[in-house]
């Protein structure tokens, strides 16, 4: 048991959680969290409160920022914006098929020479960007790192709302990608038309895969559509399944009507059911 924090370094971005240690946040105050490039300004948008989780692997709020820290921070995020422009620019001289996506940029510490900045982008395939690098590399007087993203690590880096109508799950709390197929939307009745099943990154949506093993342990243990089966109000045939109810739809041998019935009170198939009570 522990404190816990939850930090963002945009509005409305990716939630981090620390270790407050000494400090006490509130909502609004800017911190400094430990970075491998150095301490980097966060906003605390989640006060730091007791948790019941073992907190002892998280990282610890290297302090509270001061005016120094808020300064440099500003400096970054103008120096982020001046790179974006550049590049954007420069792709359209060289006329390559890229987007760029985000900008990191590491600042040079007391004259070093170590400023850097990374440029993230995404592109339909492999793009030559040799000449690029070094125009950028002029422009911007720092090293320039191109790095391609993925359709998922790019949706993950840009954020963005899902048909869900909640913050995409990658740029909230998903740290690994899972597989996810087409099987698994099959699995769960989902009509297959990949402007309903897609996410914002255009991939098959990672939200299949967080259902889909209720869905095969109910397949597993259910009667099949089609089959016989004995139930509470009498005899049926099975039309269909509501995994969410954990119950199947039954179509009355008596009057046609349909009713649903849990999963634990409709008997197996009928065959199965006759074999095991009317021998003699």
């Not at 911190?31 to 073992?54: H, K, N, Y």
């Not at 139930?231 to 039309?239: F, H, N, S």
């Amino acid at each position: 048991m522990g404190m816990l924090c939850a930090v963002s370094f945009n509005r409305y971005g990716r939630l981090y959680y620390l270790d407050p240690g000494e400090f006490s946040p509130q909502v609004g105050d800017r911190v400094l969290v430990p970075t491998d490039d150095g301490p980097e300004v966060a906003e605390c948008v989640w006060a730091a409160q007791w948790v019941s989780e073992d907190t002892s692997g998280f990282p610890k709020v290297a302090g509270l920022a001061e005016e120094n820290d808020l300064k440099r921070d500003e400096l970054l995020r103008k120096r982020k914006a001046e790179a974006k422009v550049a590049a954007k620019k420069l792709i359209k001289a060289h006329e390559l098929p890229m987007k760029v996506v985000a900008v990191d940029h590491v600042l040079d510490q007391a004259g070093t020479g170590s400023a850097r900045t990374t440029i993230y982008f995404t592109a339909p395939h492999r793009v030559d960007f040799r000449s690029l690098v070094r125009d950028l590399g002029a422009t911007l007087h720092c090293r320039v790192e191109l790095r391609q993203l993925s359709a998922r690590d790019s949706a993950r880096v840009q954020g963005g709302i899902g048909s869900c109508g909640r913050d995409l799950c990658c740029a909230t709390f998903l740290t690994d990608f899972e597989p996810v197929t087409i099987r698994m939307a099959k699995d769960q009745d989902l009509p297959l038309n990949p402007l309903r099943i897609s996410g914002a990154c255009g991939r098959l949506m990672c939200c299949l895969k967080y259902e889909h093993p209720l869905y095969s342990a109910f397949a597993a243990s259910a009667p099949a559509v089609g089959s016989r089966v004995t139930t509470p109000d009498g005899d049926g045939r099975v039309v269909g399944h509501s995994v969410p109810k954990d119950s199947v739809i039954v179509r009355m041998d008596a009057d046609g009507s349909r009713c649903s019935c849990s999963r634990a009170s409709v008997c197996g198939p009928r065959k199965a059911h006759d074999e095991r009570y009317d021998q003699p």
